[in-house]
């Protein structure tokens, strides 16, 4: 059973930058055929994707937030990442990771809650 | 504001039928984007409930169906349970502007 774990930090500073790490266990993250996805809820709010990477390395990105954001892989350790820069009180949110087939996820992590606060 | 608009709410009593709507545009559903749609549970991760306008992944009830016609989308949940009380979401591509994923404002679900 395929397993993803968002892992980092749950308060950082405005206008510094959040940082998560997505373990995925169960499967591996070099599979053909999906793309791997940071997708977002504000408390008491929706969702919003908020990008996505092929195991080849390919990224694709939220155009609202194409300039602040950064989505890697690491296939020795199985894991991706996301890199979101000069963060603010918006940026608060609990941050999922996907695994996604085609266009939609099919496994999500559990989520993790960032909070921007000084 | 999201592309795709959604009731914030609906209501049933166990045993009924209800359907939640997902209405879009010709730069979404209309332009013949599939639709999917998920399930969050109150303090959970959200989690597939159909994909590809129609499809059940293996483990959802056949008491939730999914339609699309024109423009917009449909979510029927029939014999209506207390356990369907949660968040639903639709989500589908959008190519306006630089074209991007995106998902409908949810709505909540209340079983009388």
């Known amino acids: 059973q395929l397993q993803l774990q968002e892992s980092g930090s749950g308060l950082v500073k405005p206008s510094q930058t959040l940082s998560l790490t997505c373990a995925v266990s169960g499967g591996s993250i070099s599979s053909g055929g999906y793309s791997w996805s940071w997708i977002r809820q504000p408390p008491g709010k929706g969702l919003e994707w908020i990008g996505y990477i092929y195991h080849s390395g390919s990224t694709y990105y939220n155009p609202s937030l194409k300039s602040r954001v950064t989505i890697s892989v690491d296939r020795s350790k199985n894991q991706f990442s996301l890199k979101l820069s000069s963060v603010t009180a918006a940026d608060t949110a609990v941050y999922y990771c996907?695994?996604?087939?085609?266009?939609?996820?099919?496994?999500w992590g559990q989520g993790t809650l960032v909070t921007v606060s000084s | 504001q999201s592309v795709l608009t959604q009731p914030p709410s609906v209501s049933g009593a166990p045993g009924q039928r209800v359907t939640i709507s997902c209405t879009g545009s010709s730069s979404n559903i209309g332009a013949g984007y599939d639709v999917h749609w998920y399930q969050q549970l109150p303090g959970t991760a959200p989690k597939l409930l159909i994909y590809?306008?129609?499809n059940r992944p293996s483990g959802v009830p056949d008491r939730f169906s999914g339609s699309k016609s024109g423009t917009s989308a449909s979510l029927a949940i029939t014999g209506l349970q207390a356990e369907d009380e949660a968040d639903y979401y639709c989500?589908?591509?959008?190519?306006?502007?630089?074209?991007?994923?995106?998902f409908g404002g949810g709505t909540k679900l209340t079983v009388l």
């Open positions: 989500q589908s591509y959008d190519s306006s502007l630089s074209g991007w994923r995106v």
């Open positions: 996907a695994r996604v087939l085609g266009d939609y996820p099919d496994y």
């Open positions: 590809g306008n129609s």
